[in-house]
């Protein structure tokens, strides 16, 4: 197990990225108030499928006036029109999205028995060229009306928001009152995401283990540290519990050191290897997925700057089926109780951050996530065997109930490409070949496209910062890591990079020579 230093942001860990609020908001039907908050990037870990859910009974405790719905509070989710028990159904499934987590999400549905056909908006050239979706590059997904109006004429039976910045400005609160069924959650409960104290004052609440009672757990003095750039002063060394618990209060809630203190650093006192947990939530029910772990720095062996995730693998080690089960009993289920008993049920990805103690392997939640982890996603939706449709749908209709999933066995990898210079600035427009060629390398390889176009010659450009997940499935994990780097290999990419060490926390030490 790696050890690393205690990241206690109490909601959003921005890995060296920031979304701002999208300009032109849905109006939204029902309304939660909380306070002002920034939209936010993020991604990590994930698990396996047994059935968890919950009674009604909520604790007494005042919510500290910090969310208040005023309008939803007695509405049951809205149920659709699809029969989610007839797969001779088919259904048009459109996916709202145009990155590698769309890219495997469409992978995947197409796959689905009962899916009909995949449209992805916008969607992106490798999507299109792989012939896993039709790619709609013209509609607005900002523009509810809009996408109403396309999944009526093309006759959509199913809505896949990938991104969060959709989900926050409202697209299902729209597209469900129009009866289309959609998986994602609404802006409200998006909130869990978008606002550091919506899930503070939530985890007070429902008495989720975070940060904040690791501090009270350890006591003081204790060292309080803004992960960023913060002129020198991000430090603080807290002789009481009081000066702690301030501190990280004016990293996270006031934010006093901007972006710097959007995730807080508790020194010394506690080791761990950070994972991330993915479940699907039908607003009163939870099914974890399988397993996977990310590699948030840019460089080899966890050195340089956070990205959005620089590769993956599944499952993983870490989180073992007891641990599985005690994320879920003090963290899911609590999380979408709570949602429910505030009247803003969760239908969609709930994704925690987590850290894994080191001295008593207990789980800590630093972070949620309202959506599928990228590039987590590529290995779980490869792995996954159940019919994505099916299940999605059942979500969708509150019937997650007993639903079990099926995945294959052995083992799954993703190896980012990225741009030269990123997660810096970096140079756009790079011709990239060979990659047919690649997926031929050996068997079980899928190249999922996140940042590329085609130029004037119909040749794939790189337009993004990780511009390609090249996946690999295998026996075991070492059989997945070989055959992923002898795809990426083939890949002829002079304006891109990779890291050669994905998967050294689970196998033994091997790098592969960069290509550039």
Same mark, same amino acid.
């Given at each position: 197990m790696s050890c690393a230093t205690f990241n206690v942001a109490a909601s959003l860990n921005l890995h060296g990225r920031t979304k701002q609020a999208v300009s032109k908001p849905f109006g939204s039907r029902n309304h939660c108030t909380f306070p002002k908050f920034s939209f936010l990037y993020s991604e990590t870990l994930n698990l396996s499928s047994t059935y968890y859910s919950f009674g009604r009974d909520t604790p007494s405790r005042s919510f500290h006036s910090v969310f208040k719905c005023l309008a939803q509070n007695s509405e049951s989710s809205p149920s659709v029109s699809v029969d989610t028990n007839n797969n001779s159904q088919k259904v048009t499934v459109l996916v709202i999205g145009g990155g590698g987590r769309e890219h495997a999400l469409c992978h995947a549905l197409q796959r689905s028995p009962s899916c009909e056909t995949v449209l992805c908006a916008p969607g992106n050239a490798g999507i299109a060229s792989s012939g896993n979706a039709t790619c709609i590059s013209d509609l607005e997904v900002y523009d509810g009306a809009a996408v109403i109006s396309f999944c009526r004429k093309m006759g959509v039976g199913l809505v896949v928001v990938g991104p969060e910045a959709?989900?926050?400005?409202?697209?299902?609160?729209?597209?469900? #009152?129009?009866?289309?069924?959609?998986?994602?959650?609404?802006?409200?409960?998006?909130?869990? %995401?978008?606002? @550091?104290?919506?899930? @503070?004052?939530?985890? $007070?609440?429902?008495?989720?283990?975070?940060? /904040?009672?690791?501090?009270?757990?350890?006591?003081?003095?204790?060292?309080?540290?803004?992960?960023?750039?913060?002129?020198?002063?991000?430090?603080?060394?807290?002789?009481?519990?009081? %000066?702690?618990?301030?501190?990280? $209060?004016?990293?996270?809630?006031?934010?006093?050191?901007?972006?710097?203190?959007?995730?807080?650093?508790?020194e010394e006192f506690l080791e761990g290897e950070e994972a991330s947990f993915f479940a699907l939530v039908d607003g009163e029910n939870a099914i974890p997925l399988e397993s996977a772990q990310d590699h948030k720095r840019v460089g080899d062996g966890d050195t340089g700057p956070n990205t959005g995730g620089m590769g993956a693998y599944s499952p993983a080690p870490i989180i073992t089926k007891e641990l599985q089960s005690i994320v879920m009993d003090s963290i899911i289920i609590p999380t979408v109780k709570g949602m429910s008993a505030e009247g803003c049920k969760f239908v969609g990805v709930l994704y925690a951050g987590l850290m894994i103690e080191k001295k008593s392997g207990m789980p800590k939640l630093i972070e949620y996530n309202v959506r599928f982890g990228d590039p987590e996603c590529q290995v779980l939706m490869v792995r996954l065997e159940s019919d994505l449709v099916q299940v999605l749908l059942s979500a969708c209709r509150? %019937?997650?109930?007993?639903? *079990?999933?099926?995945? *294959?066995?052995?083992?799954?990898?993703?190896?980012?490409?990225?741009?030269?210079?990123?997660?810096?600035?970096?140079? #756009?427009?790079?011709?990239?070949?060979?990659?047919? %060629?690649?997926?031929?390398?050996?068997?079980?390889?899928?190249?999922?496209?996140?940042?590329?176009?085609?130029?004037?010659?119909? /040749?794939?450009?790189?337009?993004?910062?990780?511009?390609?997940?090249?996946?690999? /499935?295998?026996n075991d994990l070492e059989e997945a890591r070989d055959r992923a780097y002898q795809a990426v290999e083939k890949v002829n990419w002079s304006g891109g990079f990779y890291r050669r060490d994905i998967g050294w926390r689970a196998l033994p030490q091997k790098q592969y020579v960069t290509k550039g």
């Open positions: 959709p989900l926050v400005a409202g697209l299902t609160n729209e597209l469900v #009152k129009a009866g289309i069924p959609t998986f994602g959650p609404s802006a409200e409960a998006a909130a869990l %995401e978008g606002s @550091k104290n919506f899930m @503070k004052h939530l985890c $007070d609440k429902y008495d989720i283990p975070t940060a /904040k009672q690791y501090i009270q757990e350890q006591g003081a003095p204790i060292v309080i540290k803004a992960d960023g750039l913060a002129a020198g002063k991000g430090v603080t060394v807290a002789m009481t519990l009081e %000066e702690a618990n301030e501190a990280v $209060d004016s990293m996270l809630v006031k934010g006093d050191f901007g972006s710097a203190g959007c995730r807080v650093i508790v509150g %019937e997650l109930s007993g639903l *079990s999933l099926n995945w *294959s066995p052995g083992s799954a990898m993703v190896v980012v490409m990225a741009s030269n210079g990123y997660p810096g600035s970096y140079e #756009k427009g790079t011709v990239i070949e060979n990659l047919q %060629e690649a997926e031929l390398a050996a068997p079980g390889i899928k190249i999922f496209h996140a940042g590329t176009a085609f130029d004037s010659e119909g /040749k794939f450009i790189a337009i993004g910062g990780r511009v390609l997940g090249v996946t690999a /499935k295998g």
